[in-house]
């Protein structure tokens, strides 16, 4: 199985500011197949990044993916309120998939 | 639109058994995936397996296979994970999501609004 660690578990920042979140696998990730979804309270996830680096129909080009191998990261150029919520990395290049734990964005 | 409508939050007793459902509607059914997902509140996300509603086809993560069983219902668009006999540790939100294309290796795009299991004596 290829465990997902990501972190920082908590990351406390101000709006307007910018917020680098990374994801590390336990295995090298088949074909970059690493996916980031946003989580807000009493919410299903939501898409945003898929393949390392494609941003999902509909989100704002502040949000960016980059990383290949077994180390990617999502970066969120300029905060704004909505983004604060729980972030999860998913690898769906091996079966089982696995997610990693999360890390919440706080308002600082 | 696409959607996923699952049913409704249900209080069981440990050994009973549950079926929940996932209704699609706004694409083809037979052409994408869907993936169950677990989340215990307050918690992280758990890859409990995917089904092919066309074959079906299904594979599991080996932390739930034996245990639930993922099913298809091509007449009404209908996805399905039971239980024959729950656990208290079952006790979570479960998510269904559709895959963003017809692969089987795919993001989850789609999702259901979750349903609340609670699994308590």
């Known amino acids: 199985e290829n465990d997902l660690t990501q972190s920082p578990g908590t990351l406390s920042l101000s709006p307007g500011e910018r917020a680098t979140l990374s994801c590390r696998a336990s295995?090298?990730?088949?074909?970059?197949?690493l996916a980031w979804y946003q989580q807000k309270p009493g919410q299903a996830p939501r898409l945003l990044i898929y393949g390392a680096s494609s941003r999902a129909t509909g989100i704002p080009d502040r949000f960016s993916g980059s990383g290949s191998g077994t180390d990617f990261t999502v970066t969120i150029s300029r905060l704004e309120p909505e983004d604060f919520a729980v972030y999860f990395c998913h690898q769906y290049g091996n079966s089982p998939n696995t997610f990693g734990q999360g890390t919440r964005l706080e308002i600082k | 639109d696409v959607q996923l409508v699952q049913s409704g939050a249900e209080v069981k007793k440990p050994g009973e058994s549950l079926r929940l459902s996932c209704q699609t509607s706004?694409?083809?059914?037979?052409?994408?995936?869907i993936t169950w997902v677990r989340q215990v509140p307050g918690k992280g996300l758990e890859w409990i397996g995917r089904i092919d509603p066309s074959d079906p086809y299904t594979n599991y993560s080996p932390s739930f296979e034996g245990h639930v069983t993922i099913s298809a219902d091509k007449s009404s668009s209908t996805v399905y994970l039971e239980w024959s006999s729950l656990k208290t540790s079952d006790t979570a939100v479960y998510y269904c999501a559709r895959h963003l294309t017809w692969l089987q290796a795919d993001p989850l795009h789609i999702w259901g609004q979750g349903t609340l299991v609670t699994v308590s004596s």
């Open positions: 295995q090298t990730v088949s074909n970059n197949y």
């Open positions: 706004g694409y083809s059914f037979p052409s994408y995936w």
